[in-house]
């Protein structure tokens, strides 16, 4: 397409392979900002030869026929360079076991272990790494930060007082790390999310905080990301906590501007914070947007999140629960107005003819369609119809089973 393209970014490569593994599902309105947000992340010419494709960074008609294009081709590549590196707190190697840092580091040379550090803006010397490795630390100390930074106060002490005070820091930074952890279970399992320990472990280490964690479309993005760059490697796991940090910034804008348009349309009053809070949480355009949710959330939204998200997620179930069953009545209220009908029809013009309101009562009392037009029924409700309901039920119900044994709901 001659969109006027005429510049990518290392962004726009990872949007294109985010984009990727939506497969179909990049059709679903739920994902559209992700498809605007890759479309924003290229420079365009303003002499475009199609006046279709005019101002491409927010071109609506783009937008749909990149959407096109992704589930009509499936000959798609996508070429991810590797950006740096990122920062790892400390936490002990039970909970870091599945970690591939640890098995990616284990017969590395001390060099290559300089170089890791160094990517990660530790400048350290060959003679101290060699040093804290004769003390018995191993990669889930040495490649982390925050140990060098303790490393430096100390590094004027003996080797026996230097590894006692490492010691001893090292175990305070574990439990900390571990309670952390532990608590990022928590808020997780609140939201009704599976996420292993090892994989939680991995958003500890990229900063992302408890405010973070309780957003469950947050969670289910990174879910996302992990399917396409699996956290085997050291590259991987650079790529998914820089585009997770892209999201935070820029994740929902698109999405809740045209929420907050469709608010206004409907003179709905709600802030465009109120709805990127709700796009957080992970609900789609069409829950939100169910009667009674806004004003739910606003007379609920400064508790905690997950408290919120729960009691949102129970009030959606109950309204869900309520449309089903009004539904169904519905149903059948439409099928018994149909038997009224076909009825009706039979008898008009016969000397059983009766009015729709006399079917419906004959129904209501708990008589079928096929009783309704046996031979003398109709002539022994004509006897009894003015009567009130009890009064014609009973010996009408004597009459049908007495003379011709037909089965009633009664």
């Known amino acids: ?17 985010g984009l990727l593994y939506l497969e179909e599902t990049i059709a679903n309105k739920e994902n559209k900002w992700k498809v605007t947000r890759f479309q924003r992340s290229m420079r365009y010419t ?45 936490v002990d190697s039970k909970i870091s076991e599945d970690s591939s840092d640890d ?21 350290i010397e060959e003679l101290k790494i060699e040093r804290v490795i004769r003390l018995g630390y191993g990669p889930n100390q040495i490649l982390v930060v925050e140990f060098w930074v303790k490393y430096n106060e100390l590094e004027n002490l003996s080797d026996e007082k230097l590894k006692s005070e490492l010691d001893e820091w090292v175990k305070m930074k574990t439990q900390e790390n571990k309670e952390v952890i532990a608590k990022f279970e928590q808020i997780i399992a609140k939201l009704g999310i599976v996420m ?74 709600v802030s465009e914070s109120e709805l990127l809070t709700l796009w ?32 949102l997620d129970l009030w959606l179930a109950k309204k869900r629960n309520k449309k089903e069953v009004e539904n169904e009545s519905s149903r059948e209220e439409d099928e018994i107005d149909k038997t009224i009908m076909a009825v009706y029809e039979l008898l008009l013009e016969t000397e059983n003819e009766l009015t729709k309101i006399d079917i419906s009562r004959i129904l209501r009392l708990g008589f079928d369609q096929y009783e309704l037009v046996t031979d003398g029924f109709i002539r022994e409700y004509k006897v009894v119809y003015k009567k009130d309901d009890k009064k014609v039920h009973r010996p009408y119900k004597k009459y049908v089973y007495g003379f011709y044994t037909v089965y009633t709901y009664f």
Do not use: C, H
């Not at 992302?208 to 590259?235: A, S, V």
């Open 280 to 311: 957080n949480m992970g609900y789609t355009e069409e829950e939100v947007f169910t009667e009674g949710l806004i004003g739910k959330f606003q007379e609920i939204k400064d508790g905690l999140k997950t408290a919120v998200t729960r009691e």
């Open 46 to 90: 303003t002499k475009v030869a199609y006046l279709k494709y005019k101002d491409g960074w927010k071109n609506n008609q783009l937008t749909e026929e990149i959407i096109k294009e992704f589930i009509t081709s499936k000959q798609f590549e996508a070429r991810i360079s590797d950006a740096g590196s990122s920062e790892l707190n400390l």
């Open 1 to 17: 397409m001659k969109t006027g393209v005429v510049e990518e970014s290392d962004r726009t490569r990872d949007y294109f392979k």
């Open 196 to 269: 292993s320990e090892g994989i939680i472990w991995y958003l500890y280490n990229w900063r992302f905080d408890e405010e973070d964690i309780e957003n469950r479309r947050f969670l289910q993005e990174y879910m996302g990301l992990i399917k396409i760059y699996p956290l085997i490697n050291e590259k991987n796991q650079v790529i998914v906590g820089r585009l997770l940090k892209q999201f935070n910034e820029e994740g929902g804008r698109a999405e809740t501007e045209e929420w907050l348009e469709r608010a206004q349309e409907n003179e709905i009053k």
């Open 103 to 123: 098995k990616e580091t284990s017969g590395l040379s001390i060099a290559d272990i300089k170089e890791k550090l160094n990517r990660k803006e530790v400048l």
